[in-house]
């Protein structure tokens, strides 16, 4: 366990870095009327990631969890959902990049930025499908490379002195690449091939199907136990599309409450305040989404899967991912701030330049989401196992809208600093409200595990955790 959520970490480290960097030298190139609205654009786009791939990923993550690799059944009606809301949000940002024509140079930004929809789409997928697989290897790697085409795309702007038009053109040769290298990565999982992690063989489950029948019960003996229907049935038949439309929109709300966070605040910003005012508020927000990537590592990435698992069987490794995992996140949560909070002081106008001096202190207030942020993600993913997502994201949306109104009040009277503290508000009474619902919902009357139970699990003493 410690050795694949260390991979993942090792990757997220290499992710945050080149994200970072690629942050750093298109904000030393473009000017930041340029960088402001480059990073406005990309934020706009990101936030129709969670409806582009309309949930599928995390929907794939329950269902093959509960069902194995019955699960397969979901997987050709989920893929042409995602598709078909890929396509129409595609061709909704070109259309809003029409919009801003005769200015060439912010249509072609918009209109180049519209392949990103597809690759962040793809990327979702196929990372669900890695981490079905139990391939952490392969899931480090994917999440890694498109991030490694920026920092080069970036690189070459920097060197060259190109336009924010000619990044827009880099940033999307790399999102096709990231496609491609992202359907080659699912292939045999869209064939209903790919062994599952925790689950047998699709093979071996082929083999079961095609057994020789069990002799025919005695008469008494039937009487005595309650018909089954037959399992083999409807194995291969896919889900009604209601009931896919209603497993996954929960998703992609969710999705969307926790995007709203990341960008909007930039996105307001720079339609209120201008794109130079967006830039003071966007870097805070880049190095803030880099330090988010720790819980989503553990969590999303790693635990998510076997959450589902464990939902239905294993309900102590449920109560210690609520003990000690929640409490955890908070304390790294702390510790993270207050690095964030004083290291930006000095790190901001050395990295990024004197002109975004005005940052560090906007980053000394976003720091104050971190513990928020961190001790949410934990109890949030043991609301999505325990089927309490749609509670979930009732609250996800409640704090969306404190975020908004929060917004609305606080960008026009105290500019970037008003939407960083919003940002905390909102992140704040999220985290209580998903904390209190975890407590109620999954934990309820159940004593809690003790920290000696913790080490046994770890120890291997009971592998179903593992």
């Known amino acids: 366990m410690l050795a694949q959520v260390g991979l993942l970490g090792l990757s997220q480290a290499g992710v945050t870095v080149a994200a970072f960097g690629s942050q750093v030298l298109l904000a030393r190139t473009l000017t930041r009327e340029d960088f402001g609205s480059f990073t406005a654009v990309l934020a706009v786009v990101s936030l129709t990631a969670p409806v582009a791939v309309f949930g599928v990923s995390e929907l794939w993550l329950q269902v093959f969890g509960q069902e194995g690799a019955r699960a397969y059944r ?23 990049s029409a919009a801003e024509l005769p200015d060439t140079t912010a249509a072609g930004v918009r209109a180049l930025l519209a392949t990103v929809v597809v690759a962040q789409a793809a990327l979702a997928l196929a990372g ?23 920092v080069l795309v970036t690189g070459a702007v920097w060197a060259a002195g190109l336009s924010v038009v000619a990044a827009a053109a880099g940033y999307a040769v790399v999102a096709v690449a990231t496609v491609a290298a992202c359907l080659l990565a699912s292939r ?17 489950r082929a083999a079961r199907a095609t057994a020789p029948a069990a002799p025919a019960a005695a008469p008494a003996a039937r009487a005595a136990v309650p018909a089954v229907p ?25 999705n969307v409450c926790y995007l709203l966070g990341i960008h909007f605040g930039t996105v307001l910003a720079a339609e209120l305040l201008g794109g130079a005012e967006a830039a003071l508020l966007a870097v805070p927000m880049a190095v803030l989404t880099a330090v988010y990537l720790v819980p989503r590592v553990v969590y999303q990435q790693y635990l998510l899967g076997k959450l589902h698992r464990w939902a239905g069987s294993d309900a102590e490794a449920v ?6 995992g929640s409490a955890g996140m908070v304390a790294l949560g702390a510790v993270v701030a207050a690095a964030v909070a004083l290291g930006g002081l000095v790190a901001l106008p050395l990295v990024f330049g004197p002109a975004y ?9 976003l720091a104050l989401a971190v513990p928020f942020r961190f001790g949410g993600a934990a109890v949030a993913a043991l609301l999505t196992s325990g089927g309490l997502l749609r509670r979930k ?21 105290w500019g970037v600093r008003g939407a960083a503290g919003a940002t905390v508000l909102a992140e704040a009474v999220l985290c209580c409200l998903l904390w209190v619902a975890a407590r109620r919902g999954v934990v309820g009357d159940a004593p809690l595990p003790t920290w000696r139970d913790l080490r046994r699990r770890l120890s291997r003493e009971a592998p179903r955790a593992s």
Not at 128 to 150: E, I, M
């Open 188 to 204: 045999e999982f869209r064939r209903g091939a790919m062994p599952l992690e925790g689950h047998p063989a699709p093979a071996a």
């Open 393 to 413: 994201v009732v609250y996800q949306a409640v704090g969306a809208v404190v975020l908004l109104a929060a917004l609305a009040v606080a960008v026009p009277a």
């Open 74 to 96: 979901w997987v050709g009606p989920s893929l042409r959902l995602a598709g078909a809301a890929c396509a129409v949000l595609l061709l909704g940002v070109l259309a809003w």
């Open 319 to 324: 109560l210690l991912a609520y003990r000690w």
């Open 128 to 150: 669900s499908v890695r981490q079905l697989r139990g391939d952490y290897r392969g899931l480090s790697a994917l999440q890694l490379a498109p991030h490694l085409g920026r």
């Open 230 to 254: 037959a399992a083999p049935a409807d194995v291969d038949t896919g889900p009604r599309p209601r009931e896919l439309l209603g497993a996954a929109t929960p998703y992609v709300l969710g």
């Open 357 to 365: 001096r005005d940052a560090a202190p906007v980053l000394a207030v």
